[in-house]
């Protein structure tokens, strides 16, 4: 008997047929919202799930759901994955690295001119009809090209936009991160590695791409606000939560920071509603990576590591590989 497989949100039809090809293939294509009771039912007797980001696979999950054997994550970050239960269950967890980072380092990009050049405050004011006369300042921002630009969390994304900054923009680039980066990686991208505290201090921009853990859970709060130039704008596309937003939001009704552009909040698609009431800041609804060859390609690399795994026992992106070694 072929597999079987939960796809949990709904997803590209032709995924859904690739599946198919290969297994019994329940799908949620209505896109209804299924509970955690819900999911857990319908994880019954399924080897596998295609999971978009949302949904939490801990212990509680897993030893509900026995015949697990495959997570595999529509999403490069996987912090909805509690991959050490899943490890000390037996289960494969996957992520979808590579095939978002220069869409993503893309968005970080638009993200960061939009915030620095007060794209979406002053679309706003000319919508509602204020554009009355030229003035001397009408949203005069902040300069990109030839600005420092502070990168925190240098992987495959951060490095994308280091470049883009460097060989585009002229920007001098610095960053920080757990490890440094290899002498030929840092002169690719031209950044020069700094502590935190330099980097808060020193970045005209502040783009924020290292992944969700417990030890970033606010790694941006007041105290790393107020070390920050009053020009300053930050951008977070990584996850909600490594900033404090309440806190964000404040300083930016104080104008301690000049603006904040955010793709990621702290439980989201709730955003904080100080965050909707300030108006320095440039707000997306989680879309770095939605392009739609890039949304396919996600989505295909999914579905890769559901038939990689289940069918030839080559899954292409796990995360806890040790999985495979004891299986
Ligand atoms: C999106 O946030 C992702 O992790 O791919
Ligand atoms: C994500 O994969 C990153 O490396 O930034």
């Known amino acids: 008997a072929k597999p079987s497989v939960l796809v949990a949100r709904a997803i590209f039809p032709e ?5 198919e090809q290969h297994f019994e293939v329940t799908h949620n294509q209505a896109d209804e919202a299924w509970s955690r009771e819900q999911l857990i ?3 019954q007797g399924k080897q596998g799930v295609f999971t978009t980001g949302g949904e939490r696979i801990d212990a509680e999950l897993l030893a509900a759901c026995p ?9 490069v970050g996987f912090n909805n994955f509690d991959l050490k239960a899943m490890t000390a269950a037996g289960v494969l967890g996957t992520n979808a690295p590579d095939v978002l980072t220069e869409t993503t380092a893309d ?13 979406t405050e002053s679309e706003h004011f000319l919508r509602a009809g204020r554009w009355g006369k030229w003035s001397y300042d009408l949203f005069a921002g902040q300069d990109v090209h030839g600005s420092t630009l502070g990168i925190l969390g240098m992987g495959r994304i951060g490095q994308g936009i280091a470049r883009r900054g460097a060989h585009g923009f002229g920007m001098k680039v610095i960053y920080h991160n757990r490890s440094r980066l290899t002498p030929e990686l840092e002169s690719a991208c031209k950044a020069r590695y700094v502590g935190k505290e330099e980097l808060l201090r020193e970045a005209d921009h502040l783009v924020l791409v290292l992944p969700y853990t417990p030890q970033s859970h606010h790694a941006i709060g007041a105290a790393e606000i107020a070390l920050m ?14 900033v404090d937003d309440a806190a964000l939001a404040q300083a930016l009704r104080e104008r301690r920071i000049a603006a904040a552009g955010l793709d990621v909040f702290e439980g989201e698609p709730k955003v904080h509603p100080e965050l909707l009431t300030v108006p320095n800041v440039v707000l997306t609804p989680h879309i770095a990576s939605a392009t739609v060859p890039t949304r396919r390609a996600m989505a295909q690399l999914a579905a890769d590591n559901l038939v990689g795994f289940l069918v030839n026992g080559k899954p292409l992106t796990p995360l806890n590989p040790e999985v495979l070694e004891s299986a």
């Open 15 to 19: 995924v859904i047929a690739h599946l």
């Open 41 to 43: 039912a319908r994880l």
């Open 67 to 75: 015949e697990l054997r495959i997570c595999a994550n529509m999403a």
């Open 107 to 119: 968005f970080g990009f638009a993200l960061l001119m939009a915030t620095a050049r007060r794209v």
């Open 229 to 242: 130039k009053p020009t300053a704008t930050l951008v977070n596309i990584a996850r909600g939560g490594i």
